[in-house]
């Protein structure tokens, strides 16, 4: 069992950044890869950013790429979202997730992929 604790969200103005923090307990991060997913009122949860076991190798939502940079600290079981050039239809609640199969971008991308999430940590960006 892991347990997954966001942090770092908040309200920002567009065009500004903040940082995102997932803290996970329970078993070594490294045993997981790792994502990102949002969702805003009225939609599906979408993808934003995946990340393998040793952060090597990452993916990113056509969104967000160039903006958002996924990164980790096994040392410290700890999974960051850095988000710059927020835009308003960023505006969602951030949720980090681990997985454990094989680190394929088609099967990432997609909620199937993960067995354990966080609570989630809302970002608003205002215009």
């Known amino acids: 069992q892991v347990v997954l604790v966001e942090s770092g969200g908040g309200l920002v103005q567009a065009g500004g950044s903040v940082g995102l923090s997932c803290a996970a307990s329970g078993r070594p991060l490294s045993n997981y890869y790792m994502a990102w997913f949002r969702q805003a009122p009225g939609k599906e949860r979408e993808f934003v950013a995946a990340i393998n076991w040793s952060g090597g190798s990452t993916y990113y939502a056509d969104s967000v790429k160039g903006r958002f940079t996924i990164s980790r600290e096994n040392a410290k079981n700890t999974m960051y979202l850095q988000m710059n050039n927020l835009k308003p239809e960023d505006t969602a609640v951030y949720s980090c997730?681990?997985?454990?199969?094989?680190?394929?971008?088609?099967?990432?991308?997609?909620?199937?992929?993960?067995?354990?999430w966080g609570q989630g940590t809302q970002v608003t960006v205002s215009s």
């Open positions: 997730a681990a997985g454990f199969r094989t680190f394929i971008q088609a099967l990432v991308r997609t909620t199937a992929a993960f067995d354990y």
